[in-house]
């Protein structure tokens, strides 16, 4: 089946016959419409007009789900277009009946549009209407018949150019939109365009022509029809790369530091990340690969990397490796768990890391992929450094290496003004941005801006292309639209295979090396920036690595170490302003958690005051409260919060809050802990100078230090006995001096606090009996002590005087 290339009715010496053939055709359309066939869909007839060709056409955003026939691309040939590689682009799609009717009559064909001109178009262009893809191939058929449920592949290929025949007639190195359409009839319809997939193909240069052996004129970029068209490589891009190893949080929350539990995971997903075959494991196996030395014997794709590490991964996956437990239930940490399986994977995967993160430069990313902006909206002291000072020295510890400090690349890669100013706070830094992150006197994609500066103190930042960085996010099993990505430049992508994401990818990765130096001189520069959390597999990453060294090998781009961009200097002397925008927040941490966070950090802090270092034991405050930071860290984590699945962004909202009630579990768990003992029964005081006797009793597993609280009478006066320290997991005796003035039943009411006076345990009853007497007792006993001064005096003057005493009457006598 094939197509003429115009319209029959632009034909010159169209006949009757042609426009009844037309008329005919409009009556099935119709009649297709009509059974809900082919609603919003063209013909399969190549209906572009001639004065609009190779002009393009408004994004649609029409691509909705297919109702018949689903198209996807399952691999292109050659993925990136040399001087070397073939000069025919092979296309295998498969076809499937996803409808509730028979189609017959199915063929597919490949069109082309124009080569992208600008980086926002290498969004745009893969969501054009159908017509904007004008340079279009010969119908392929596929089947004669599909059944429902059935589908079938195919294999399209179609030469870049060609003198004569059909070809995509590609004459210039770019980066190209293609397209597969795929035509059919469904049952009680006509002929109707009923799907079609998308992706970019980049040129880095045009092979020579099948069956050609002329060459290009020395200095021709143009050459002859069927010579190779090398690239302009005059002057070659700047690339630096991040190549991001993080995870989503996986620790079990609300479980303190200890010395020798096992640490609890929610899940055994990381154990199959590590192993062979996993994510993490083909993102590493990929850069050990590409970055060897049978490889890269220049190390130019080398010195253009930086590792980005989430610490919290390397916390984990460090735990991991002296064994682990995995919980049954995650809303429930401490509760029953199974031992995990992947301790040798963990301890295999780090050794791989360490010994790789020797040959090249590595960078710490913010713990667990916080978001800045709640954090600093948070704004508590510790909890910014938990996610911003100790991510360096943790990767330092754990890998045994020197990272590059000085750089701050936020998962949201925006900021707003608060976290620009909070990053001031801790000392200068460079942030790496979104390009539309900044607004800036000058137009820029590229390059270094000043965000804020106070004295020597600045924060800078280095912008990364939008669309590059969108497509990238795209690539892997779970595709993600990132929150700088504007409105116009979003799109389903559960329509496109991970084929065709991937090949969106390479061109948006090789579209900047391609284009021609404009007017202003000096180097050219690109970020080469994936998403932190990024789901692509071992053999898309190998394949982006390898386009990446393409560009190098073909002289079109230069290896542009990290440090080198973090010493630039800004490009304009005027400050930026930064462009926070309304997806960000929508994408950000929901304000439940924000204040969850923000009510147990206090709580925390004040545990900590009161703990007690002692040498004697192992367990330190600090190792004992860091975890519940850490936790309250990872609730406003933004992993799994841009995926395309929604359930992907339930499960990561969820999460979240069970971290947060988790540590405020915990934490009121901590606070009952510490308890004064209830003696029980009637406390009887010798003397109403008696002491009193309480027990203290703390069970957590580091010594406390508190104060005992009183509420007593007036007929009371307890003394203040002060600080007091409590062992571990122990008791200690209270001996409280108090002095009673009243000899009723009393009831007195105690309880412990922090130094500062928060609450601690239960408050203690204890009723109060005492022997004394109070003022009247004292006069009895004054009284009679006097009397009987007074008598034994009497009797003794008598005694003196010989005179006999009435008291002795009768003595004598007997």
Request: charged share 20%.
């Amino acid at each position: 089946m094939t197509v003429a290339s115009r319209p029959a009715w632009r034909r010159p010496g169209a006949s009757i016959l042609t426009a009844l053939t037309l008329v005919l055709m409009l009556i099935s359309a119709v009649a297709a419409i009509g059974t809900g066939t082919a609603s919003a869909q063209t013909t399969g007839q190549d209906t572009t007009d001639p004065t609009t060709a190779g002009t393009r056409a408004p994004a649609t955003k029409s691509r909705g789900q297919p109702k018949f026939l689903a198209l996807s691309v399952d691999a292109v040939t050659p993925t990136a277009v040399t001087t070397t590689t073939d000069p025919v682009v092979t296309v295998t799609g498969t076809v499937r009946n996803v409808g509730d009717r028979p189609v017959t009559d199915i063929g597919v064909r490949l069109q082309r549009a124009a080569a992208v001109s600008a980086s926002e178009e290498l969004r745009t262009s893969l969501d054009l209407d159908q017509g904007a893809f004008d340079t279009v191939g010969p119908f392929v058929q596929v089947a004669s018949e599909l059944d429902v449920g059935e589908r079938k592949q195919f294999t399209l290929s179609l030469p870049l150019r060609s003198r004569a025949g059909w070809s995509l007639d590609i004459t210039e190195p770019g980066v190209y939109p293609l397209l597969v359409n795929v035509n059919g009839s469904p049952e009680y319809g006509g002929q109707a365009r009923l799907d079609d997939a998308r992706f970019l193909l980049p040129v880095l240069g045009l092979p020579q022509s099948a069956g050609s052996s002329e060459t290009a004129p020395q200095g021709s970029q143009s050459g002859s029809a069927t010579a190779p068209v090398p690239p302009d490589t005059s002057n070659p891009l700047a690339v630096t790369m991040l190549w991001p190893l993080t995870d989503e949080p996986r620790l079990a929350a609300g479980v303190p530091g200890s010395v020798g539990d096992k640490v609890r995971l929610v899940d055994d997903d990381l154990a199959r990340s590590l192993s062979s075959g996993g994510r993490l494991d083909g993102l590493l196996d990929a850069v050990e690969y590409a970055t060897g030395p049978d490889v890269d014997r220049d190390r130019r794709l080398a010195d253009s990397m930086c590792l980005a590490v989430d610490p919290d991964l390397l916390v984990t996956v460090g735990n991991m490796t002296r064994g682990y437990l995995v919980v049954d239930d995650p809303t429930d940490p401490t509760g029953p768990a199974r031992d995990g399986t992947g301790r040798d994977a963990a301890a295999d995967w780090l050794d791989r890391l360490t010994t790789l993160a020797r040959t090249m430069c590595v960078t710490a990313v913010p713990f667990a992929q916080v978001d800045l902006a709640a954090l600093s909206r948070v704004n508590d002291p510790s909890l910014t450094a938990s996610a911003l000072t100790s991510p360096s020295d943790i990767v330092d510890a754990v890998l045994g290496v020197t990272s590059q400090r000085g750089v701050t690349w936020p998962d949201a890669g925006v900021l707003d003004d608060g976290t620009a100013h909070l990053l001031q706070q801790l000392g200068s830094t460079t942030t790496v941005l979104a390009a539309n992150a900044v607004e800036t006197p000058s137009a820029t994609t590229s390059g270094k801006v000043t965000l804020v500066r106070d004295g020597d103190t600045t924060v800078d930042a280095t912008l990364f292309d939008v669309s590059a960085a969108a497509a990238l996010a795209a690539v892997g099993t779970d595709p993600q639209t990132p929150s700088y990505v504007p409105e116009r430049a979003r799109y389903n992508l559960d329509r496109d295979s991970r084929t065709a994401r991937l090949q969106d990818a390479l061109g948006a990765v090789t579209w900047s090396a391609l284009q021609k130096p404009g007017s202003r001189s000096g180097e050219r520069s690109m970020l080469v920036v994936p998403p932190q959390q990024w789901s692509a597999g071992s053999d898309e990453a190998a394949t982006i690595l390898s386009t990446v060294s393409t560009l190098f090998r073909t002289g079109l781009a230069t290896p542009r170490p990290l440090s080198r961009v973090l010493a630039q200097p800004p490009a304009s002397p005027t400050d930026a302003t930064l462009a926070y925008p309304q997806r960000a927040i929508v994408d950000g941490t929901p304000d439940s958690v924000e204040q969850g966070v923000a009510a147990q950090i206090p709580r925390i802090d004040e545990m900590a005051a009161a703990l007690v270092d002692d040498p004697q034991v192992p367990l330190t405050p600090t190792r004992f409260l860091t975890p519940l930071r850490e936790d309250l860290v990872r609730a406003m984590s933004l992993s799994g919060r841009r995926d395309q699945d929604p359930g992907s962004v339930a499960a990561a909202e969820e999460a979240a809050a069970v971290r947060v009630h988790a540590v405020t579990t915990t934490m009121d768990g901590m606070f009952r802990a510490v308890t004064i003992l209830s003696p029980g029964g009637v406390y009887t005081l010798a003397s109403e100078q008696s002491p009193l006797l309480l027990v203290a009793r703390n069970d957590l597993p580091v010594a406390i230090s508190v104060r005992l609280r009183v509420d007593a009478p007036d007929e009371m006066h307890v003394t203040d006995i002060g600080p007091q320290q409590l062992p571990p997991r122990g008791s200690r005796s209270l001996q409280v001096p108090a002095e009673v003035s009243d000899s009723r039943t009393m009831v007195v009411n105690f309880s412990l606090t922090t130094e500062s006076g928060h609450h601690l345990g239960e408050q203690a009853s204890v009723t109060v009996r005492s022997n004394a007497y109070g003022q009247a007792l004292a006069i009895i006993t004054a009284c009679a002590g006097a009397l009987l001064l007074f008598l034994a005096g009497r009797r003794l003057w008598h005694r003196f005087r010989g005179q006999p005493d009435r008291a002795d009457e009768g003595y004598e006598r007997r």
